[in-house]
Nanobody, 113 residues
Framework: VQLQASGGGLVQAGGSLRLSCAAS????????MSWYRQAPGKERELVAG???????NYADSVKGRFTISRDRAKNTLNLQMDSLKPEDTAVYYC????????WGRGTQVTVSS
């Protein structure tokens, strides 16, 4: 599965961004999809995930601010990020579990204070 993330950019603290991840196969056939992020000098961490059954989970640090969703018409995984903080600055990656794990190229999110 090929994944392509987009939507990153530079935003001021308190602002919003919406990330999208396009896939080369029907994402509704996947077991799960998720967003990870990696800040400089830190390990990659799970941000949010969604299962085939539409169950979602979030890192404590983003609960109430980020929303993960899937768009059937566009076949994309999305991450709506609101109330962004400087500590959200990282490269964001989408991940798909379709029976094996695939990663997309990251998209940079920079939040200025």
């Amino acid at each position: 599965v090929q994944l392509q993330a987009s939507g990153g950019g530079l935003v001021q603290a308190g602002g919003s961004l919406r990330l999208s991840c396009a896939a080369s196969r029907n994402i509704f056939g996947f077991r799960a999809m998720s967003w990870y992020r990696q800040a400089p000098g830190k390990e990659r961490e799970l941000v949010a995930g969604i299962s085939a059954g539409r169950d979602t989970n979030y890192a404590d640090s983003v609960k109430g601010r980020f929303t993960i969703s899937r768009d059937r018409a566009k076949n994309t995984l999305n991450l709506q990020m609101d109330s962004l903080k400087p500590e959200d600055t990282a490269v964001y990656y989408c991940r798909a579990d379709s029976g094996w794990v695939s990663w997309g190229r990251g998209t940079q999110v920079t939040v200025s204070s």
